[in-house]
């Protein structure tokens, strides 16, 4: 079955600094992997997505993710942080059962201080 | 073009209570869910639909029924509310399943309360 964990529940960062983002995924096969981000009291935008195409995938607003089968990771990033990504991210999987569900992880939310 | 809508945005029932959460797209999609969010545990998916008169049961389906009589409308129906289903609820909807299903589109979400 897959599933997908992310590390860390919150993490903080000050504006203009780097953003990592950890998810590692379990899948039996090579998997398709999604960033979801979630702004305060708004629904889910797909950020990005990996559909083995590419192992780094650039996403919207400077976002981008980098598939790495040997540490069955997928960690999204960012080099610089802006107040207005302050949000929840969800890390995701979907399932390869005939559903196609989607899988979510637990989400980490983003702080940002001036 | 709306996108997915989701009626009501809050809502408090008392314990036994049924109620039904709306939600319609209008972008001609096949596919349609509702997920249940809380916290620490991400989105956790309730029912889906593949189409007209086709639903099946996700990760929580208990305590909750859904019908798809038309491909637009999707409701979310609580029989007898419990405090377990105070939630914020998403309906979210896709062109069709398979690898097309990763770009969902979300409804702006139902605050539910059951006291």
């Known amino acids: 079955a897959q599933s997908v964990t992310q590390l860390d529940s919150h993490v903080s960062v000050s504006e203009g600094t780097p953003v990592l983002l950890r998810c590692n995924y379990s899948s039996s096969y090579s998997p398709s992997l999604f960033w979801y981000v979630q702004h305060p009291n708004k629904g889910l935008q797909l950020l990005l997505k990996y559909t083995s195409a590419a192992t780094l995938v650039k996403g919207i607003n400077g976002f981008e993710a980098e598939f790495k089968k040997s540490e069955t990771s997928f960690h999204l990033t960012k080099p610089s942080a802006h107040m207005s990504d302050a949000a929840e991210y969800f890390c995701v999987v979907i399932s390869m059962d005939s559903s196609y569900k989607l899988i979510f992880g637990s989400g980490t939310r983003l702080l940002v201080r001036p | 073009n709306a996108g997915v809508t989701q009626t009501p945005k809050f809502q408090v029932l008392k314990t036994g209570q049924s109620m039904t959460l709306q939600c319609a797209q209008d972008m001609n999609h096949e596919y349609m869910s509702w997920y249940r969010q809380d916290p620490g545990m991400g989105l956790r998916l309730i029912h889906y639909?593949?189409?007209?008169?086709?639903?099946d049961q996700g990760e929580v389906p208990n305590g909750y029924n859904v019908s798809r009589s038309t491909t637009e409308d999707f409701p979310l129906r609580l029989l007898s509310a419990a405090p377990s289903q105070t939630s914020v609820y998403f309906c979210a909807s896709s062109y069709s399943k398979g690898q097309q299903n990763e770009k969902l589109f979300f409804g702006s979400g139902t605050q539910l309360s059951v006291l």
């Open positions: 639909s593949v189409g007209a008169g086709i639903t």
